[in-house]
């Protein structure tokens, strides 16, 4: 656990439904001045979101650095070392950068609840707070639950240095923790719909993400499949309430986050960043295409260096006619200006190419960051988590079917009619989960929660071994996982501050 006792943070201010973190910081608060206001209290606020767009988090690390992606693609540096490759330590910058950041967000979280009714101001503004940090603590908690295991469930400030060690949380006290909290978010932040974008907390955020929680409850390692019930619950929620459809187009969904433009419908919750860091404007830039993106050292095309390539594996799921994998898995490489097919045999010379650069309109561009958003939640992994519910629960009935059937329907994919089983279906929907959602980070929990992370990732470092010529480096990302890799370690840094932390198996 991260040992901040005093945290400085940002006071910004927001207007409408611009973006939450678009103006220029003005001053900082000291420990004695929290939250005493409704101003500073919405500041706040501000610095739990901010979390969301660090490099530790989405801004890098769970976009590029992480081995999020698993079975579909790998690091193009043959000389990279780290948890991409599954080479890391306890002692690794990302994993310990990673773990403090999440418990720097659940501090900031914990000051602003247990400030909640300090400032004079209406009940409905600090109820919206209220709902948005709860949220935001839950979240950060399920990140570390779901990446670590039994993780210290820390819930007031820390007010002073000693008597700050805390032993792990079992999971399902800390799952139970999360959905109290989501649960409680639910009945006070505002629809999407009133919200009017995506950046910030909303029913729909919570009801999907609340579907999301319990998909990974019911799955490995707590294995409590009873929970599926809960899934398929929220998900209708969701479905139901009249907000959400899918976009017609799904390289759309991509340019618009690359453009600021945001479509309610579809993407439901995603980490907003913007500018280009010149001048002196206040800019909060990420790393989204200039790290995950089409290789290219072209500056009006936008600077990438396209460290993510796909796997084989990831570019033959997909079948012909099928309108995401061209955008998905890049079929061209830039010579200069131009693009220059791949030929059908280079398969493993593909960059990730969901977020491509040349679409942004912030101009001039950065050399190095971006302004591109990145989703957390799209109403394509509702529908999904809805029919892999169902069919839990009932098998591959007409509903399951008709979920699934929706999301392939706009990738112009042939729609199913029927499986033999409940295992058949679930076979399908975990490639159409690669499919639709790959590279958005969830890929390798959702391998981990179905128990075939080892298997799959074995069979494909293989595959790379046989087959991938000048690639055959990238097999050490694959058949290097072993059991320990299920979980990242606790940090060697955390475990000499607390003793009470038990490290995880095999570390």
Same mark, same amino acid.
């Given at each position: 656990m991260?040992?901040?006792?005093f945290?400085?943070l940002?006071?910004?201010?927001?207007?409408?439904?611009?973006?939450?973190l678009?103006t220029?910081?003005?001053?900082?608060?000291?420990?004695?001045?929290?939250?005493?206001?409704?101003?500073?209290?919405?500041?706040?606020?501000?610095g739990?979101?901010?979390?969301?767009?660090?490099?530790?988090?989405?801004?890098?690390?769970?976009?590029?650095?992480?081995?999020?992606?698993?079975?579909?693609?790998f690091?193009?540096?043959s000389?990279?070392?780290?948890?991409?490759?599954?080479?890391?330590?306890?002692?690794?910058?990302l994993?310990?950068?990673?773990?403090?950041?999440?418990?720097?967000?659940?501090?900031?979280?914990?000051?602003? $609840?247990?400030?909640?009714? /300090? &400032?004079?101001m209406s009940d %409905?503004?600090?109820?919206?707070? +209220?709902?948005e #940090? !709860?949220?935001?603590?839950?979240?950060?908690?399920?990140?570390l639950?779901?990446?670590?295991?039994?993780?210290?469930?820390?819930?007031?400030?820390?007010?002073?240095?000693?008597?700050?060690?805390?032993?792990?949380?079992?999971?399902?006290?800390v799952?139970?923790?999360?959905?109290s909290?989501?649960?409680?978010?639910?009945?006070?932040?505002?629809?999407?719909?009133?919200?009017g974008?995506?950046?910030?907390?909303?029913k729909?955020?919570?009801?999907?993400?609340?579907?999301r929680?319990? $998909?990974?409850?019911?799955? /490995? &390692?707590?294995?409590?499949? %009873?929970?599926?019930?809960?899934? +398929?619950?929220? #998900? !209708?929620?969701?479905?139901?309430?009249?907000?959400?459809?899918?976009a017609?187009?799904?390289s759309?969904?991509?340019?618009?986050?690359?453009?600021?433009k945001y479509?309610?419908k579809?993407?439901?919750?995603?980490?907003?960043?913007?500018?280009?860091?010149?001048?002196?404007?206040?800019?909060?830039?990420g790393?989204?295409?200039?790290?995950?993106?089409?290789?290219?050292?072209d500056?009006?095309?936008?600077?990438?260096?396209?460290?993510?390539?796909?796997?084989?594996?990831?570019?033959?799921?997909?079948?012909?006619?099928d309108?995401?994998?061209?955008?998905?898995?890049?079929?061209?490489?830039?010579s200069?200006k131009n693009?220059?097919?791949?030929?059908?045999a280079?398969?493993?010379?593909?960059?990730?190419?969901?977020w491509?650069?040349?679409?942004?309109?912030?101009?001039?561009?950065?050399?190095?960051?971006?302004?591109?958003?990145?989703?957390?939640?799209?109403?394509?992994?509702?529908?999904?988590?809805?029919?892999?519910?169902?069919?839990?629960?009932?098998?591959?009935?007409?509903?399951?079917?008709?979920?699934?059937?929706?999301v392939?329907?706009?990738?112009?994919?042939?729609?199913?009619?029927?499986?033999?089983s409940?295992?058949?279906?679930?076979?399908?929907?975990?490639?159409?989960?690669?499919?639709?959602?790959c590279?958005e980070?969830?890929?390798?929990?959702?391998?981990?929660?179905?128990?075939i992370?080892?298997?799959?990732?074995?069979?494909?470092?293989?595959?790379?071994?046989?087959?991938?010529g000048?690639?055959a480096?990238?097999?050490?990302?694959?058949?290097?996982?072993?059991?320990?890799?299920?979980?990242?370690?606790?940090?060697?840094?955390?475990?000499?501050?607390?003793r009470?932390?038990?490290?995880?198996?095999?570390?």
């Open positions: 991260n040992r901040i006792y945290v400085a940002v006071m910004i201010g927001m207007t409408g439904c611009k973006k939450f678009d220029k910081p003005t001053d900082f608060l000291t420990p004695s001045q929290y939250f005493t206001t409704e101003e500073q209290l919405s500041n706040g606020l501000t739990v979101y901010d979390v969301l767009g660090s490099n530790e988090l989405y801004s890098n690390a769970f976009t590029s650095r992480l081995g999020t992606e698993a079975d579909q693609g690091y193009a540096r000389t990279f070392n780290g948890p991409q490759v599954y080479t890391h330590t306890s002692s690794d910058n994993v310990t950068g990673t773990w403090q950041k999440l418990y720097e967000g659940i501090s900031r979280a914990n000051l602003v $609840l247990a400030s909640i009714d /300090k &400032p004079a %409905s503004a600090r109820m919206q707070i +209220k709902g #940090a !709860l949220f935001l603590r839950a979240f950060y908690y399920f990140m639950v779901s990446n670590w295991g039994d993780v210290p469930l820390v819930l007031e400030p820390v007010t002073s240095a000693a008597g700050n060690e805390v032993a792990r949380t079992p999971a399902k006290e799952y139970e923790q999360i959905v909290d989501m649960k409680a978010s639910e009945g006070l932040v505002k629809t999407i719909t009133e919200m974008f995506g950046g910030r907390i909303t729909s955020a919570v009801r999907g993400m609340l579907a929680v319990y $998909l990974y409850w019911a799955g /490995k &390692p707590l294995s409590d499949a %009873s929970k599926y019930a809960d899934v +398929k619950e929220w #998900a !209708l929620k969701v479905m139901e309430s009249g907000e959400h459809a899918l017609e187009d799904y759309q969904i991509f340019i618009n986050y690359a453009q600021d479509d309610i579809e993407s439901i919750w995603e980490v907003e960043f913007w500018g280009n860091r010149i001048g002196n404007a206040y800019t909060e830039t790393w989204i295409g200039y790290t995950v993106g089409i290789a290219t050292t500056t009006e095309i936008g600077f990438s260096y396209g460290f993510i390539n796909v796997t084989a594996n990831l570019y033959r799921k997909y079948e012909e006619g309108v995401r994998r061209d955008w998905a898995i890049a079929p061209f490489r830039y200069g693009k220059v097919l791949h030929t059908a280079q398969l493993y010379n593909r960059n990730a190419g969901k491509r650069r040349e679409y942004e309109t912030t101009l001039p561009k950065a050399p190095s960051t971006t302004p591109q958003n990145f989703p957390i939640l799209r109403y394509a992994d509702v529908l999904l988590m809805y029919a892999e519910a169902e069919n839990a629960l009932n098998g591959p009935t007409p509903e399951a079917l008709g979920a699934i059937n929706e392939r329907k706009r990738a112009k994919a042939e729609e199913y009619t029927s499986f033999a409940k295992e058949a279906f679930l076979e399908e929907l975990q490639d159409e989960r690669s499919r639709e959602l590279f980070s969830l890929r390798k929990p959702d391998l981990i929660r179905w128990g992370f080892l298997p799959t990732m074995k069979a494909i470092g293989n595959e790379i071994q046989s087959e991938g000048s690639y480096y990238a097999t050490i990302a694959f058949l290097n996982a072993s059991e320990k890799h299920l979980l990242f370690p606790i940090p060697a840094r955390e475990m000499m501050l607390n009470k932390l038990v490290q995880n198996p095999g570390w």
